[in-house]
């Protein structure tokens, strides 16, 4: 991807003027040194995205940064000093296979680094009271992370972006409240188990139930101090962007907004669209627009920044389309948003308001803003 990552660092001339959100990308250089050969997970998906935002008219509209490596002291505010060693030594004797679907190369763990790294200077960005502040920045990096627990790698993660960011802007920042909004068609499983019982940091996750890890369900919702903390919206089969937005808009969005975060990160997989091989979901390319404009409307008007990390997405004719309707979302432009893949009409799940219900229930204790 050398030739994809042309003019990082710089700033749109529109910045100047703020006439609309400022969005901006944070790009991956090397992403092909994490080979993951044919895996469904490989270094075929990112080119393509790349390729068609460099290309499209509103390239010159973006924030592009660079990213720099984390450090072991990052990763281990998220998981143990022995798991990291663990994958290095995977790598050193790569190929290697962390579980039945987690795989690694020699260049695996230094690829990681630098995809973590780059999601820390998405939150210095948009953190730091700068003169060049974006509004939110979207990650185009992979692996993904939010699989990953304190201790064990999965579902084709290896180090969790996400709460690495959360830990990180709290450690640098002084920040007190983290809010983290997974809506990864997988449940971000890693990230729950992380922040379980951590009061400092907000997890939601919307996520196809029944489906890979098996976790996710309403009355999953945390311990300890940190009871009241994870909110699971698990959505049935053949949910579309009616019920997404539901879920963001009558659960999601209110708890942060109440919750009233310092710094919201947004794990944002694109495997719930409907021509994903990975899931049963048919979010179109509006409905993820969408979702990042309502996302990010709310981060503006608390007045804090957002990060959006790449997570899944395994459909490569399809995810730079869907990358590039998030940004959309993100900056106020418009782009093609024809989807062939979607049918129409959708049948709704028969099932999700007694799913809905189910959710406000098991929240209601912890989230009056819910009644």
């Not at 579902?155 to 802007?169: E, P, V």
């Not at 920040?175 to 909004?181: G, H, M, Q, S, W």
């Not at 021509?275 to 979702?291: E, R, V």
């Not at 893949?341 to 219900?357: G, H």
Request: net charge negative.
């Amino acid at each position: 991807m050398t030739d994809e990552v042309e003019g990082l660092g710089s700033i749109p001339h529109a910045y100047y003027t703020r006439e609309r959100p400022q969005t901006g990308v944070v790009l991956l250089p090397g992403q092909e040194n994490h080979d993951t050969g044919e895996h469904p997970e490989n270094a075929r998906r990112l080119p393509g995205v790349v390729k068609c935002l460099r290309e499209s008219p509103e390239w010159d509209r973006l924030f592009v940064l660079s990213p720099r490596y984390a450090r072991l002291e990052d990763a281990v505010r998220s998981h143990t000093e022995g798991f990291v060693d663990s994958i290095e030594k995977a790598c050193a004797q790569a190929p290697s296979w962390l579980d039945t679907d987690t795989c690694v190369s020699e260049g695996s763990l230094q690829t990681c680094l630098l995809a973590t790294g780059g999601v820390l200077s998405a939150v210095d960005a948009v953190a730091m009271e700068a003169y060049h502040q974006p509004d939110s920045l979207f990650t185009i990096s992979r692996p993904p992370g939010h699989h990953s627990g304190s201790d064990r790698a999965m579902g084709f993660c290896l180090l969790n972006h996400a709460s690495i960011a959360a830990r990180y802007a709290q450690a640098v920042y002084g920040f007190e409240r983290i809010a983290i909004v997974d809506w990864d068609v997988h449940h971000g499983n890693g990230t729950q188990e992380i922040h379980w019982r951590d009061d400092s940091v907000l997890f939601i996750s919307m996520h196809q139930w029944p489906l890979y890890p098996g976790t996710g369900w309403h009355d999953e919702t945390g311990e300890g101090e940190g009871e009241g903390m994870t909110v699971n919206i698990p959505l049935p089969p053949g949910s579309g962007d009616p019920e997404y937005l539901q879920a963001l808009e009558e659960v999601a969005l209110p708890i942060v907004e109440d919750y009233r975060p310092q710094l919201l990160i947004v794990s944002a997989g694109q495997d719930g669209h409907a021509a994903d091989p990975l899931s049963d979901q048919l979010i179109s390319l509006s409905g993820f627009k969408a979702m990042a404009e309502k996302t990010g409307e709310l981060a503006r008007r608390l007045g804090i920044g957002m990060v959006l990390v790449h997570e899944g997405g395994y459909n490569v004719s399809t995810l730079p389309a869907i990358d590039r309707a998030i940004l959309s979302g993100l900056g106020g432009f418009e782009v093609p948003l024809d989807d062939v893949f979607v049918p129409s009409p959708q049948i709704p799940p028969a099932d999700w308001p007694e799913r809905l219900s189910a959710v406000i229930k098991s929240q209601l204790p912890y989230w009056s803003v819910l009644r």
